[in-house]
């Protein structure tokens, strides 16, 4: 009696057994179609992703493809399955990764593609985010789109100091920062500051361009000892030291869209993820932008976001198809037309309006002279980098001297 | 005889068939992943690019000049023997009140028990807001005239903040256990005491202590192994800073693998991280074992 039980028993574990192996190796087999991962950030961004995806497959019915959002963890996810031959065909990739993804020659160099593919314009892209994909005139990726830093500013309390326009250059900044910070509630602390930063190196680096300075030199050395870098940084923690800026968490903020939408302060340098963020929460709030404050020129620090391929891609020809509709005038126009982000391509902002749109003409006029900060250092530089600014900041650790000992631990992970 | 053989290995077939299923998910995905870290940690192992070389010993002859792991390791160290002989005490101590018949006693191990269950990842944000510069924490000190200071990017205080936040999360877990162990010691031996002249508190200590001993031996076994491996409040509350006061072991494993690509040198870090659990527990067992008294 017992046996057949047994068999019965061992029959059923084996036929479960097989159809989960069957189940999962299905998902694995099923390459029919482009896989395009993207990470998940509002649902906006969502349905203009698939209302773009939608009309591009209107025109080529003939492209099997499947949308496969990663929801959390992106870039962990996207490296297991670049380490695992599992990646998409497309994918999004941050600018400030792309140094490394190229460097570990992982992705599709794509110029052959974009020169057999005619009205793939590539001197439409603006240069900077175009070179943030390239290496050595190849190129890895293209441009979905970018957010330059630039400046908000609250009209309310510009207009109660008697402050017309945003400030154009540092001194007016500083001035400026002095005058809007205020206590309201006399309690003897500030309770309004006129600019809010971060102790981190994105939100410096537009003011070490503006003075000249660089984090890595052109000759691939650290420039960050050089008076350029120390003045920019002296300049900007000064804001801070003098206490007419604050961080974040020094005022119960998570960031400075909040602390602004707050009313806790009158400028904070951001890119346009703030704008659906201050209309969602804090719709009543006033508020103008502007470019950066000039130093000895105008800079800024932009943000982008490219379209890229795996090396290994067996669907390379159709995921081109998908990426150069993407990024191309349409897409791209479909994709940026509410302005979440900027468009890559010149043609395209003229096309969607922001050169004339009295918010986002700000955005457009800084992509002329914006910059992906990017360095070629093994990654750990940024943790590194990170670490000396918090020194600066929180233990009051002379820039020059953080700076020197950064460059000094640096070493360590030259390249 | 032949029956039972016969009896015992229809038994082990049977056992191993039911049990089949979750030993293969325990294989795959527990015991070949603790194995491989072992293997990992001799090979530069970068998960982008194809080619893995082996390098010997590199990786901990290069962790053993690496500051920034030793910042961890005594970032480990502290977070762990702060919070271990803190968390204990309160859970005992708790479990000693709660086995009172007081009023309200079913609500108030609900309360004590809730943080336990909660998603570390709530707890963690609720606690930065509790920590902010205008927090809760910071309110009540300022009502006692002291100006507090923004706890989690100040240097010196946010280790210590996390510190009080896993004591509070975890001493409502640990203190069901020692619950458990209260209700198993005899009545008679209090009774005895109490003929005996003893007060509250020296029945506490003189007896309470000793007969929960195997408890405490398993909660300080668990909690010094789960204070070693803190990585969750370190990577929402503070993202191991300000100034690398708050990156432990685990934290450091994570963002080598992760953010630096280095997936063998992050191993060799986890097998040093393993060692020292192992070493830890080992000490407790040789030194404080859980019987004697």
Known sequence: MRKPILKNVLKKTVFVLLSVFLACDSFNTDTKAVRLSSWVSSPTETRLLEETLAAFHQQHPQIQFSHEPIPGNYSEKIQLMLGTYTAPDLFYLKGEFAPSYMRYNIL??????????????????YPSLLEAFQKDSVYYGFPKDFNPYILFYNRAMFQEAGLENPPDNWTELSEWSETLTRDTNGDGDPDQFGLVIQASLDMLMPFVFQNDGEFQRSDG?????????????????????????????????????????????????????VIPF??????????????????????????????????????ADEAWQLMSYLTGREGMASWTRLGLA?????????????????????????????????VNYQERWYDEGQTAMQKVFFLD?????????????????KL | MITFKKDSTQQTVAAYTFLAFPLLIFTGFMLFPVLFIFIIGFFDWNLLIPEKPFIGFENYT????????????????????????????????????????????????????????????????IFLWIYSKPGLLNY??????????????????????????NIWTTSGYFMVSFLAGLQSIPASLYEAARIDGANTWQQFWKITVPMVRPITFFVVVLSLIGCFQVFDQIYVMSSGGPVNATTTMSYYIYTSAFKYFRLGYAASVSIVLAMIIWAATYIQKRYFPPEAY
């Open chain 1, 342 to 374: 900027l468009p890559a391509r010149r043609s395209v902002a003229v096309a969607n309006g922001f050169y004339d749109d009295p918010v986002f003409k700000y955005f457009m006029e800084s992509a002329e002279f914006a910059r992906v900060f990017q």
């Open chain 2, 140 to 165: 009540l000190l300022s009502l006692v005239g002291i100006e507090g200071t923004d706890w989690i990017t100040n240097p010196n205080t946010a280790l210590y903040a996390i510190m009080a936040l």
């Open chain 2, 62 to 125: 290069e962790l053993s000049s690496d500051d920034l792991f030793y910042i961890a390791l005594k970032n480990t160290s502290i977070y762990a023997f702060g919070v271990v002989p803190i968390q204990t005490l309160l859970a005992l101590f708790l479990a000693f009140l709660m086995n009172q018949k007081i009023r309200g006693r079913a609500a108030l191990r609900v309360a004590f028990y809730v943080p336990a269950i909660t998603s570390s990842v709530v707890t963690s944000i």
């Open chain 1, 108 to 125: 599709m160099p794509l110029n052959k593609y974009a020169d057999a593919t005619p009205d793939f314009e590539l001197d439409d892209f």
């Open chain 1, 397 to 413: 650790v002379p820039p020059a001297e953080a700076m020197a000992e950064l460059k000094q631990r640096l070493e360590k992970f």
């Open chain 1, 221 to 273: 050395e650290l420039g960050i000892t050089d008076p350029a870098f120390v003045e920019a940084l002296e300049f900007y923690h000064g804001l801070y030291k003098r206490g007419i800026a604050t961080t974040p968490n020094k005022i119960g903020t998570d960031w400075n869209g909040d602390a602004f939408g707050r009313g806790k302060c009158a400028m904070i340098i951001a890119g346009g993820w």
């Open chain 1, 278 to 315: 201050l209309e969602e929460t804090y719709p009543e709030i006033d508020y103008g932008v502007a470019v950066l404050p000039a130093g000895k020129k105008r800079g800024t620090v932009a943000f982008t976001t490219a379209y890229v391929m795996p090396k290994y891609s067996a669907r």
